[in-house]
């Protein structure tokens, strides 16, 4: 895995959002950057991550509301957050589905989340635009 | 063509028997009639006894009432039958009626027998064998308590039914004494050591015992009812009340006028299949003396009935022989006898454990080889008797006196139970059966297992194993059984609970490090949430708090309800249901001002829909300003304690059920639970506040209150089951205090009181022995608990006002707080808003006009 905060090479334009110390530790915030909502989450060691703040499987937009976590995914620790509706858990490194609890995305949404890739710089936190993916198979890439 | 059963007598034994055939006689071979003495349907008669520790009548129900709904099956209470004509094959019941039968079966039961003594008809004796007496027995010692402080009693006999009635004495404020004509206590059932066991528990219960007490005389009071009692040692006893049980005869009167072949010492004789003499009647229960005894236990009692019934449709079962093993069900005491508990086999080996200072004493007969288990008896802690029963006649593991030492010594090893050992002997279920429930019904739980294969569901002794059975059963399949909280704890909630409190930690952070799985773990939506209720009882914080804000699901995050399209409902506190007419307005013009949507909720209060997270601070400061608090709606905690109007108001209320639903609302407003509590306060016996429908329901009597526990509504509903009867305000309180602190410290994750009550030790009766007796010796800590809670509560959304770091998380966006989240959207619906469906929004984006708006929506009246 690629260190978290290190920019791909195909991102043009940085966005700075908001200052960390605005981000609670081990939870989301909503942010909007080019008029689209994201859930930023604030990890325990002060690292940021950007998914899409709409839930897939409500169509909600509340996914910055869920519980930060971990799991254990093939021997690896994973950061993830539960949907605050109905519990759905996600990779937030990824934006992959880990556990649909049965359900399926709302029509016309995939069940993995749009990431975005996040740098601190001087305490001030910057998402990287235009998006990375569509979904995990380049997210965090 | 359908045949004719008319079964005579209406008890437990009769009841199963029905039960059986309906069961198996899928083509309807066979119609029913039961006829009964009693005016009501078959009864729990072993548990009798919890009928005076509060239940009523209704709760010694047995079975599914469905039953007696079965067009083949027709019960007539209250009409005995008075004679058998065997040549014509009818019955006469008292009313005259005359039923015609091809089979008959004699479930007739026993009677108290009342030994030949001077004053045994007197005023104030009673036996202990029916609903009704017992309804007799309580409605004199209460006439007696009005004019006497002390109502004295004896218990004529120290049996098992004696004991029982002792403890019945008892539990209607009367002294007890109970006095046996023999050496010790129970003596049928277990040996001089265990007798002596057993009568200092008794003592240490508060009841007297005399032993080697003959009463020859019972003599009248000179007020009228019975006085004193003369013993042939010419002592005497002065007594208000006795209760004679002596033993039961069985009702063989029938069978002797119709000439059936009798026992030497009475009861119906009947062979293996429970055929007596008459191949057209049958008898079954304590009424059959088979293979030459009367046996007065159920358990024989249910086999006769599956075997009579086998036979019935044509099998070959026969009875297999008298379990006799029986375990005391008296409030603290733990009796169990099984097998040959005296040592009678030849060269029976015993080994004893006693205790006297701990009140134990334990023992097992075992074959010359010191190997085979032939029985045993347990006094003062019966823990092993579940487990050791189903052993009788087998090679036991390891040393034996593994078995007998107390728990957390070197520890029974544990036991692979052959499948055809029997594990409940009321229903006899196999320990193969409930395997077989697991693996071929696919049971993944003992509630599943229990109604598959009716295991535990009488006596539920036997619970506890078939908890194990079904555990083992299920791990072998793969299936995880592990009561870990999640991949983070390897402990169940209550373990950690104990952990938490014990270790005194106040973090997640050092939760994770003391007891966690991983160090990397950082918990998930299970554990997270678990931890912080469990924190909140333990170390009292508010929810935004530091770390704790971290655990918090959503709505106590935000300290609100989380709706379909994100936004949130706010409900104020209304203790109680009571409210101003200003508080009122106030709710309406919050409501008008940010146009959300209200609906009077089932709790007696008023919800608010369609708030955006950042109007959520706008609107508690406006309710806050106007002297309301959080409602914990969103919380696993303490919900509504829902009240009739009461005396007051109420031409019928009894007691001022409002006044006590404010003061309990306030007292536990905030009290995070396992799950969400509901609590409910009648001022009468009409219940208006359908309080037995909630964890807590409290209803009003003329001398105080009667409390229930473990209701609910929702996808199973329950009632609560009564816990104590008349109490005074105080005494109500403190045993509200310690059950709802013993539910919090012991239940699972998402557990409501309902199953938590069946599922703690001890089931009602040991919540009850917790709660009431102290028997864990736990309730001094509960108290100063719920005193602390009441000390440090805090309306926790007024603290958020005062602090603008925790306003912060209330945002729409970190880097646009004034801008509200563009996707909610509304239309109106009778005068209201409410959320647009994905048609609706998608019909706006094409531009056909369809009434979309924010949640500042204007609504036209």
Redesign the interface.
């Known amino acids: 895995m690629t260190v978290l905060d290190t920019p791909p090479a195909v991102t043009a334009t940085w966005t700075a ?2 200052r960390l110390d ?6 989301g ?5 080019d008029g689209e ?1 994201l859930a ?1 989450f604030r ?2 060691d002060d690292s940021v991550l950007a998914v899409q703040q ?1 839930d897939p499987f ?5 996914l910055s ?8 995914v093939a021997d690896e ?1 994973v ?2 957050v ?1 949907s ?2 109905h ?1 759905q ?1 996600f990779d937030l490194r990824t934006g992959a589905c880990l556990d649909p609890v049965g359900k399926a995305p ?2 016309g949404l995939a069940a993995d989340l749009r990431t975005w890739p996040v740098r601190v710089v001087d305490g001030i936190v910057e998402v990287g635009g235009p998006a990375v993916s569509d979904g995990p198979a380049g997210g965090g890439a | 063509m359908t045949q004719h059963l008319v079964v005579v007598g209406g008890g437990m034994v009769a009841q199963r028997l029905v039960e059986a055939m309906r069961d198996r006689d899928a083509d309807g071979r066979w119609r029913i009639t039961v006829l009964a003495e009693e005016p009501r349907r078959p009864y729990d008669r072993v548990a009798l006894t919890s009928y005076f520790s509060g239940r009523d009548a209704d709760d010694l129900a047995l079975g599914d009432a469905s039953l007696w709904d079965d067009p083949l099956v027709s019960l007539r209470r209250d009409d005995k039958v008075v004679a058998i004509d065997r040549a014509a094959r009818t019955v006469t019941t008292e009313r005259g009626r005359t039923e015609p039968y091809d089979h008959l079966v004699l479930a007739t039961g026993s009677s108290a027998w009342v030994p030949p003594i001077e004053g045994a008809d007197l005023e104030g004796v009673f036996v202990y064998r029916t609903v009704d007496d017992v309804a007799a027995l309580r409605g004199y010692v209460e006439q007696l308590k009005a004019t006497k402080p002390v109502v004295r009693g004896a218990v004529l006999g120290g049996g098992l039914l004696g004991l029982e009635a002792a403890g019945a004495l008892q539990a209607l404020g009367a002294q007890a004494t109970v006095l046996q004509v023999g050496t010790h206590l129970m003596s049928t059932q277990i040996d001089l050591g265990g007798g002596e066991a057993l009568r200092r528990l008794i003592n240490g219960l508060g009841v007297g015992v005399r032993l080697n007490a003959m009463t020859t005389r019972i003599r009248p009071h000179r007020r009228g009812g019975v006085g004193r009692l003369d013993m042939a040692d010419g002592g005497r006893v002065d007594v208000d009340v006795v209760v004679v049980a002596a033993g039961v005869r069985p009702r063989d009167e029938l069978a002797r006028a119709a000439d059936l072949v009798i026992g030497e010492r009475g009861g119906v004789v009947v062979d293996d299949s429970c055929l007596s003499s008459d191949p057209h009647i049958s008898a079954v229960g304590e009424v059959a003396c088979i293979q030459g005894q009367c046996v007065g236990l159920v358990a024989p009692g249910y086999a006769m009935a599956e075997v009579a019934v086998d036979r019935l449709l044509g099998g070959a079962a026969q009875f297999p022989g008298a379990d006799t093993a029986t375990k005391l069900k008296l409030a603290g005491v733990d009796v169990a006898s099984f097998g040959d508990a005296f040592g009678t086999t030849e060269g029976a080996l015993e080994v004893v454990w006693a205790d006297p200072v701990a009140g134990v004493y334990k023992k097992l007969v075992l074959s010359d080889d010191a190997r085979t288990l032939l029985g045993g008896v347990l006094v003062g802690d019966a823990s092993a008797y579940a487990s050791l029963r189903p052993m009788l006649g087998r090679e036991l593991p390891g040393d034996p006196a593994a078995f007998l030492l107390p728990e957390g010594g070197a520890g029974a090893p544990d036991l692979e139970l052959p499948d055809d050992a029997s594990v409940c002997s009321c229903n006899n279920v196999s320990a193969g059966t409930i395997r077989g429930a697991v693996t071929e019904h696919g049971c993944t739980d003992v509630g599943a297992v229990k109604a598959c294969t009716k295991a535990g569901t009488s006596c539920g002794s036997c619970l506890p194993l078939v908890k194990k059975l079904v555990g083992t059963e299920l791990a072998k399949q793969g299936i995880t059984v592990s009561s870990a909280l999640c991949e983070h704890f390897a402990l169940s909630r209550a373990q950690l609970y104990d952990a938490i409190r014990v270790a005194g930690v106040t973090s997640f952070t050092e939760v994770v490090a003391r007891f966690g799985t991983d160090l990397a773990g950082r918990g998930c939506d299970i554990c997270k949430p678990a931890v912080a209720s469990i924190l909140a009882t333990t170390a009292p914080a508010h929810v935004l708090e530091g770390e704790r804000a971290a655990l918090q699901d959503t709505n106590d995050h935000v300290m609100a309800n989380l709706q379909k399209d994100g936004s949130y409902s706010v409900v104020p506190r209304i203790p109680g249901g009571e409210v101003t007419p200003e508080g009122l307005i106030t709710i309406g013009e919050v409501a008008q001002e940010f146009g959300l949507y209200t609906k009077i909720t089932g709790g007696q209060r008023i919800d608010l829909f369609g708030a955006r997270i950042d109007q959520l601070p706008l609107i508690w400061q406006r309710l806050v300003d106007a002297g309301f608090e959080s409602g914990h709606a969103y919380g696993k905690s303490l919900r509504t304690v829902k009240s009739c109007v009461g005396s007051t108001w109420c031409r019928f209320g009894v007691q001022d059920s409002v006044a006590l639903a404010v003061l309990l609302e306030l007292r536990y407003r905030g009290l995070r639970s396992p799950h969400k509590i509901k609590l409910g306060v009648s001022g009468c016996a009409r219940e208006c506040a359908e309080a037995r429908g909630k964890d807590v329901g409290v209803i009003a009597t003329d001398k105080g209150w009667n409390l229930y526990v473990g209701g609910n509504g929702g996808f199973t509903p329950r009632h609560a089951r009564l816990l104590a009867e008349d109490l005074d305000t105080e005494t109500l309180i403190r045993t509200i205090d310690r059950f709802l602190l013993y539910y919090v410290r012991t239940a699972d994750r998402l557990q409501r009181t309902a199953p938590w009550v069946d599922e703690v030790e001890g089931g009602l009766e040991g919540v009850r022995a917790v709660v009431l007796d102290d028997s864990l010796g736990i309730a001094a800590d509960l108290d100063a608990q719920m005193a602390r809670h009441v000390e440090e509560y805090e309306d926790e959304w007024r603290a958020t006002l005062e602090d603008p770091e925790k306003l912060r998380r209330f945002a729409s966006f970190v880097n646009a707080p004034d801008t509200a989240d563009p996707s909610l959207a509304y239309v109106p619906e009778r005068g209201q808003a409410r959320p647009a469906t994905a048609d609706e929004r998608a019909a706006a984006e094409r531009g056909e006009p369809v009434l979309v708006a924010g949640t500042t929506l204007e609504v036209r009246a």
């Open positions: 959002v908001c605005d981000l609670a530790p081990e939870r915030a909503a942010a909007l950057v909502q930023l990890l325990v709409q409500c169509g909600a937009f509340v509301r869920g519980i930060v976590g971990t799991r254990h620790v950061p993830t539960a605050p509706m519990k858990v709302v029509l």
